[in-house]
């Protein structure tokens, strides 16, 4: 295993044993990190490790890693990087070529310590360093192929890194090892590839990751097929009566309900009725906010009657607020997976789509593609799943969705303003329901101190839609 819990799973378990793998990227992205984790997971495992570290002193990295949490007491140092003596003497050499006695004194000093230890696991860091003492690139490869030969006949599992350049590139080494773990870095953006690995299967894909305290954090990719539980059919009620009559008995279990609309007409609200519901049912749910603070929405509810701070309080409902510009769609799908596998959460609703655009990391055009995967994942895995998305008309020509999701939903919940009398008032409505029957008609939606309030059909208005409405009253007796 290389101690990264997110790259064993990419790697279905790890690396394998007696094998060499290449560790490639620019500078900064977290290769000697990899390492650490590499390293401390020999000692986990009471395995004998090896640390032959050919550009920063030892006391440089112990500390380095310190800082991040990893203790490296137990790790054996083989210390080849250059001292102070190589500027300060004279390091001439009048028989022999520079690089003939230096790699020759480098060659004894690892064959020997690597006899003495007998390692398990061996990382180099970086083994590009051996390019400068060879008379060419032919000897180079010679030597790195030989070494890394030497090491596997002795049963070690090897992770060595290289510093890639435009004038000094590391095809011949990603020849060499038997895979390779591509970091990279875009701004703030972290991500991880695998390209090769012998022996095994892994997953494709670029992944995204996170270095911080404790090291590096490694996010798989989503794939939503590998993901599926059975679960029992059913409906999951909102517990007002009126709505639940709208929506033909309520919202099937394990679809994806969209709730939609401008912005103020109650859509987080009429939301946050389903997971009340599932709470009295003893059912888990989280809502994810986007858009909206924990605290204003806990204050909104409490003054409508829902009480989510008890809801809270005994652990049937999470709120979790979100405001990291800097996550990735990985990164906060692995949060939800948590609450979902962990947690037994069973109703998921993300508050809205348009936040979670903004905040979560990543090209715009990448992110509804994202967020079908998520879906889909909960779908799989028998999760009811809201989506609240704001549309941008308050009142005028009807507008379903606003972020290109409508394909996704399995549900779609409309709620919009009109203007009536020259009043303002709301009405909410089904457009689509892909299991079982649900109500044509358009309703009148009122959110009260008591609660909310779903009034009958509005069968004496028309144009509702077109944001144009009128009134036609009962027919008289003439007509």
Not at 13 to 27: A, D, E, K, N, W
Not at 334 to 348: G, I, K, L, M, P
């Amino acid at each position: 295993m290389t101690g990264v819990a997110g790259l064993d799973d990419i790697l279905h378990g790890g690396l394998i044993p007696g094998r060499s793998y290449l560790i490639r990227g620019v500078p900064g992205t977290g290769k000697t990190i990899l390492g650490f984790h590499f390293l401390t997971a020999g000692l986990d495992a009471d395995e004998t490790v090896l640390f032959i570290n050919l550009e920063e002193p030892t006391a440089d990295i112990k500390s380095n890693a310190g800082t991040l949490g990893f203790d490296l007491s137990g790790v054996d140092f083989l210390d080849l990087s250059p001292t102070s003596e190589f500027f300060a003497t004279d390091q001439s050499y009048s028989i022999f070529e520079a690089d003939d006695v230096e790699d020759e004194s480098m060659r004894e000093r690892i064959r020997e310590r690597v006899e003495a230890l007998d390692p398990d696991r061996v990382f180099l860091d970086p083994v590009t360093q051996f390019r400068y003492l060879a008379s060419d690139d032919f000897q180079f490869r010679k030597e790195v192929l030989s070494f890394m030969r030497y090491l596997k006949e002795n049963q070690a599992t090897v992770l060595f890194t290289s510093q890639q350049s435009a004038s000094a590139p590391d095809d011949d080494l990603q020849f060499f090892a038997d895979g390779i773990i591509e970091l990279d870095r875009e701004s703030d953006k972290r991500t991880l590839s695998v390209p090769k690995f012998r022996g095994s299967d892994k997953e494709s894909g670029t992944h995204s990751m996170r270095i911080g305290d404790g090291g590096l954090s490694v996010y798989p990719l989503l794939d939503p097929g590998e993901h599926t539980v059975a679960f029992e059919d059913g409906q999951l009620q909102s517990g007002v009566d009126s709505f639940d009559s709208l929506l033909g008995g309520g919202i099937e279990r394990g679809t994806i309900s969209v709730l939609s609309g401008p912005t103020g007409v109650g859509k987080t609200t009429t939301g946050t009725l389903f997971l009340r519901e599932a709470a009295r049912q003893g059912e888990k749910s989280v809502i994810y906010h986007f858009e909206e603070s924990a605290r204003t929405f806990r204050q909104r509810c409490e003054a409508m009657g829902i009480a989510v701070s008890d809801l809270e309080a005994d652990g049937t409902l999470t709120v979790d607020e979100r405001e990291a510009l800097n996550q990735s769609p990985e990164e906060f799908a692995a949060s939800v997976r948590q609450h979902v596998e962990t947690r037994d959460v069973s109703v998921v609703m993300i508050d809205g789509i348009e936040g979670y655009k903004l905040s979560i990391q990543g090209r715009q055009d990448e992110l509804t593609g994202k967020l079908h995967a998520l879906g889909r994942y909960l779908k799989n895995m028998g999760v009811t799943v809201i989506f609240i998305d704001e549309v941008d008309t308050v009142t005028g020509p009807f507008q379903a969705t606003n972020a290109g999701i409508s394909y996704l939903a399995d549900n779609v919940i409309f709620l919009r303003h009109l203007e009536m009398n020259s009043e303002l008032r709301k009405v909410i409505g089904v457009l689509k329901k892909r299991v079982g029957t649900f109500e044509k008609q358009l309703r009148e939606f009122e959110m009260t101190a008591t609660g909310i309030h779903i009034g009958p059909p509005l069968t004496d208005v028309q144009g509702i839609l077109q944001g144009n409405p009128t009134v036609h009253g009962p027919p008289t007796s003439d007509d």
